[in-house]
């Protein structure tokens, strides 16, 4: 399964245990005499441990994507995060310092935002920018799980040496233990980087590089640039997101792209390169070393493809989710509102009729036993085949799939989120609901900001560009930097240009063709690519039935991805044909890994 995390528990010798104990229990009691009461103990512990299921289900993800852990009462990420991102205009800091962030064990994701958190809890120090993530091996001590690992802008008021203590300090609170040895496993490591001096308080662009100055500390305890900088290649990649690659080292007086690049070319051939991740609830991650493919769900009776497909039964859709992780989606998009060109809003009770009990039925996946117990009922004449059912029962679980969905309503993403969703796919890129950015800001989740004018109804009146791709580019960074500021890291935020809302034909091969260069104007967040089964491509093959654009559709994705792609670029392409997509997007990420 390649949604997942490195660092699980072992369950599968916890179910191997409850299988062999439960199997025990059941062949002592089960007699021929004593077969109705064990169907009613059966049926008991499946009312039961569905009940549990369900409610670990609910705990788990409200904790896993829960905001900052908090240390103060009513004080919380969203508003700490808000705070932060808010300073960035109130020119109010001394120095603007460069962290280093980085985790392997326990939560990786939830032990250093907690950290960051009780960094940011004062009013001396605000974040400003995050980087991406990246999970790398191990260096110097490589017998230890990967590290989870990002850079930070802060400003703050404290002196080199007092934001050591500080940070030495929170990282004890986490749980670090300061007196392990030095390079081993660490639930959180927080390294300064780089210290910079305000040159005016006055400066109009604080984050300029011009309106600093570097400080440079050089002291048994404390050496500033860290020393090790040019080395690290899990340190340079994602202190050139949260910088910029034009910013310089101060002693070597070299970029820190230029020194990125340098390092890259003397790693050995099979070093195992860092892969960009999105970290998602329950301490799984999306990894961004292939191309991610997003099976399209809709649970609606007018969707312009699959519309009334999956609308009457929630064990089809469930079945279809589950169908789609198997042909090898890496996540499942479920949508309860059309957004076809023409298409009418619906209500927020309507979208959750629709789409909370797949969800739930995806992360129970109860309805297998019903299949097993019918099978049971029919050809069992032994009260061991309750064992077996019984055991198979406890043995199975809900999938892991990662799932979006797909709204534009507060409402929605946060019951979706609490049945089980991990991410939240706004066509609307958060305008539609003033409440969408600060609810999944709360949530703790990804995002997908998609650019779109108008509503569904309205938006294909909406196609006046002067530069469609840099248009869209600019619209989709001011989302992004809205999302910021509501409290969505960067590091948790995906970029959709929309194909096939207000734009008209032309306007969607452009942004298919320059796909490179609305990359480099969105600052490499990651794409996600909708082309599936759309009007253009019919338009374009003459196919009029929606179902029979799979060919048109994943040449259209193919060709955008290899047009403006990298090797390390960060792709999610969404289609209806997951098995073709995946098919596809495997000879396409072979091409590209080659040497």
Not at 336 to 343: F, H, L, M, Q, Y
Not at 344 to 373: C, K, N, Q
Request: charged letters at 25%.
């Amino acid at each position: 399964m390649r949604i997942c995390s490195r660092h699980k528990r072992p369950k599968k010798i916890d179910r191997h245990i409850r299988f062999l104990t439960c199997t025990l229990i059941m062949m002592g009691i089960c007699t021929t005499s004593a077969r109705p009461q064990v169907s009613s103990v059966v049926r008991s512990w499946r009312l039961t441990m569905a009940s549990v299921s369900l409610a670990a289900s609910t705990f788990g993800t409200a904790v896993a994507s829960a905001p900052f852990l908090s240390t103060t009462s009513g004080d919380s990420l969203v508003a700490a995060a808000a705070k932060s991102t808010n300073a960035r205009s109130s020119g109010d800091r001394k120095y603007r310092v460069f962290l280093a962030v980085g985790s392997n064990l326990g939560d990786r994701y939830c032990n250093i935002r907690t950290a960051l958190q009780l960094l940011c809890n004062s009013s001396d120090t605000k974040l400003m920018r995050t980087s991406f993530w990246h999970e790398t091996a191990p260096m110097y001590v490589t017998d230890q799980p990967s590290f989870l690992n990002g850079a930070v802008s802060l400003q703050t008021n404290l002196e080199p040496h007092d934001l050591l203590q500080t940070i030495k300090t929170i990282e004890a609170q986490v749980g670090r233990d300061l007196s392990a040895m030095r390079n081993g496993p660490r639930p959180v490591d927080l390294d300064i980087l780089l210290y910079e001096r305000r040159l005016s308080p006055s400066t109009a662009n604080a984050e300029s590089h011009a309106s600093w100055e570097p400080r440079l500390v050089d002291t048994n305890d404390l050496v500033v640039p860290h020393s090790r900088i040019t080395e690290r290649e899990f340190v340079l990649a994602p202190l050139c997101e949260v910088a910029g690659p034009d910013l310089e080292h101060p002693v070597r007086k070299t970029s820190v792209r230029k020194l990125l690049e340098e390092l890259r070319h003397e790693m050995e051939e099979n070093k195992e390169p860092t892969v960009r991740v999105i970290p998602l609830p329950r301490s799984r991650m999306l990894y961004f070393n292939e191309t991610l493919i997003m099976g399209v769900l809709n649970v609606t009776p007018d969707s312009f493809s699959d519309g009334g497909k999956w609308e009457d039964s929630t064990r089809n859709a469930v079945e279809r989710a589950l169908e789609m992780e198997q042909q090898g989606a890496h996540i499942v998009d479920i949508g309860g509102e059309s957004t076809r060109p023409g298409a009418d809003d619906v209500s927020a009770e309507e979208e959750l009729r629709r789409t909370i009990p797949v969800i739930e039925g995806i992360r129970e996946s109860t309805w297998v036993v019903t299949y097993i117990a019918r099978i049971f009922r029919l050809a069992s004449s032994s009260p061991f085949l309750y064992v077996i059912l019984f055991s198979c029962f406890l043995l199975a679980t809900g999938s892991e799939v990662a799932i979006s969905i797909d709204t534009r309503k507060s409402v929605v993403a946060r019951a979706a989120v609490n049945a089980g969703a991990d991410i939240v796919n706004d066509v609307s890129g958060g305008t539609f609901d003033d409440l969408m950015l600060s609810t999944v800001a709360e949530l703790g989740v990804p995002i997908v900001l998609m650019h779109m004018r108008g509503t569904p109804k309205t938006m294909q009146s909406m196609t006046e560009y002067e530069d469609v791709v840099a248009d869209v580019a600019r619209t989709l960074m001011e989302r992004s930097q809205a999302a910021e500021c509501a409290g969505i890291p960067r590091w948790i935020q995906i970029l959709d240009p929309g194909i096939g809302f207000a734009k008209d034909q032309r306007q969607n091969l452009l942004l298919l063709k320059d796909m490179l260069r609305l990359r480099a104007l969105t600052d490499e967040l990651p794409i996600l690519i909708g082309t599936s089964r759309k009007g253009f491509i019919g338009k374009i093959t003459g196919v009029s039935r929606a179902e029979d654009r799979d060919v048109g559709s994943v040449a259209s994705f193919i060709s955008a991805l290899s047009f403006g792609s990298r090797s390390k670029s960060c792709e999610i392409v969404r289609v209806h044909n997951v098995e073709a997509a995946r098919h596809a997007a495997l000879v396409l990420d072979a091409i590209k890994q080659v040497r």
